[in-house]
């Protein structure tokens, strides 16, 4: 891990312009420079980069950020990744904080691994251009397969011989040792020594998404396979590889997802390869085994649009109901295309160029709703099964996050069914709730941490917001309102998190204490266990509680150049507008002062919370019918929520109730 005053050395020593122009054509305008934005297509300059602030924006599609985001997106590496990158370029070594003698040893054991995996590769590729049965066996196979020579180059592919103890014994002649050709996977260690895993197969080489080898599949070849039901064989997890969390394909892949802004899903290893071939590059596949949050999340660092493509036969079908919750919950945008019976993405592909796969693509793929509607709904005459099919519908589109889209695919299912859309919505709401309510079972109730103020046991007078009072007003879920004044405090917090804004306040025991942004909003929000929607935005409040108290600390450099790339770019995206790129993009400055302009923040959060559960109660209300124990209960408690808005609309200063 790169300790943070490496970072700080890093960051000190980039020059944005001079990174930029390593991939932008810039030119000067006043005292910043301006290009073509390399991240969509820009006819004329949108791209500011600000060499007195470091930052780059296009003022076109809204990328933008440290020199450190900018190589993220653009080359599509990792933070730390980034990181080398810039400390190569200016010669500045890296220092990783201090490993334990365990770390040192798991470390090295990593890298060791890597080198092995690193040698394997070419050793197979070298067999199967040079020896006498690699030609003769593993690239007649690959030409079978109508695979160029250049594909198998680009895709590292090889042939491991027949001989049962070939790569052991040529990898321990070249000086590796056993254990790590054991931890890798490459042989196992039987009752007569090491024998090779892959012995007679022709060789599928997995890169991980920084171009290191992981993994390898072997495929047994045409001849062998009747009767057999392991055609293929791949590395078993180790410490550098773990199936769920790699992708075959994504390395040679990325670039394409990213220009293209979609993502093809397929099953095997030859349906990339072929569809590379064909032209269509931006193609990964799972390789058989079931989606993972970590491999969806992977690929949303490139795109968040999916088409998952298979053959139209039961396994295919199957293959597209796997994982597409998690997609959805994810906020991915699927499309789903089952290919004509008997082919899949390898067969279609060679017999079709790029152009024509893509506009059958294109007229062809339809959204997962519409697809799972007609897959599991349409001709189901039982009225179990088919209010079953509805029910697991409605779940999937429960599952995503974004409320339009959701709403918009509700609809779209009430239409197309000829049930009432209030119907679908209820059966919905139902769900989400009962998904947050096992959800916080699980949890329990915790609330954020409070830093400093750990010990107040009651609020400081002025400075909090009308208490909740113990009533369920906690963030079930949010709508745009919500998500706005969100990203807005934790904008102040990101900016002026250690700045003071309550001097020497009394607290209930006789001592004084200050309080700045950050511990402010902690201790308001945690008053009631209200924390924010994003955990990104939870961990930066936290962070800023627990370093607001060290000399020097300033939030919005230390979130900025913070370990965490996601943390980075979201504190930087926050921090743009704050550091004008030109007199031509100026931003409004915040009125009154800071620490009113936090207050009102908090107060607008509490009663959008207010006025979202007063909503529910009426709807709630409606429901209940002709139940009255349970309408007085909610009237209790819609008078209870309208008493407290009553009471935050007067702190807001509003004349008129919302």
Known sequence: MIDRQTIDKIMDATNIVDVVSD????????????????FHDDTTPSFMVSPSKQICKCFSCGEGGTAVNFLMK?????????????????NIEIQEKELTDEEKQQQ?????????????????????????????IGKQYFRSRGIRDDIIEKFNLGFALQKRDALATAAQKAGYKAEFLEKTGLCIKGEKGLHDRYAGRVIFPWLNVSGRVVA???????????????KYVNSPDSEIYHKERELYGLFQAK???AKEDRVYMVEGYTDVIAMHQCGLENVVANSGTALSVHQIKLLRRFTQNITLLYDGDEAGIHAAMRGTDMLLAEGMNIQVLLLPDGDDPDSFARKHTATEFKEYIEKNATDFISFKTRLTVE?????????????????????????????TYLSTLAQRLGIKEQTLLNSMNGMIRKEIEDKEKMKGSVSPESGDNKGLNEAPSGSQSPNLGGTDFGLHSIDDQTREVERLLIQSVIRHGEEIIFEQIETDDGGHISMNVAQYVDY????DGLMFHDERYNQ????????????????ETYFMHHPDADISHLATQLAIDRHQLGRGFQVRQREGSLRQHVQHLVLDLRMDIVEKRMKEIQTEMRQAGSDMERVRELMEEFKSAQELRNALAKQLGNDIIR
């Open 23 to 38: 991939f932008v054509t810039l030119r000067k305008a006043g005292v910043n420079y301006k290009g073509l934005c390399p």
């Open 74 to 90: 653009h080359e599509q590496i990792t933070y730390p990744e980034a990181l080398r990158w810039l400390a190569k370029k200016y």
């Open 108 to 136: 090295n054991d990593r890298d060791s691994m890597f080198i092995v995996n690193e040698w394997a590769m070419k050793y197979f590729q070298d067999i199967l251009k040079n020896d006498p049965d690699g030609i003769a």
């Open 216 to 230: 390898f599949g072997g495929r047994l070849l045409d001849s062998r396979t009747k009767g057999v039901q392991q």
């Open 255 to 257: 670039k394409a997802i």
């Open 379 to 407: 001709n189901v005459t039982d009225p179990v099964k088919r209010s079953e099919a509805i029910g697991g519908i409605v779940k999937s589109i429960s599952m995503i996050p974004e409320q339009i889209l959701r709403s």
């Open 524 to 527: 308001d929000l945690g008053s």
């Open 540 to 555: 930066i409040l936290k962070e800023t509680v627990a370093h607001s108290g060290e000399e020097g600390f300033k939030a």
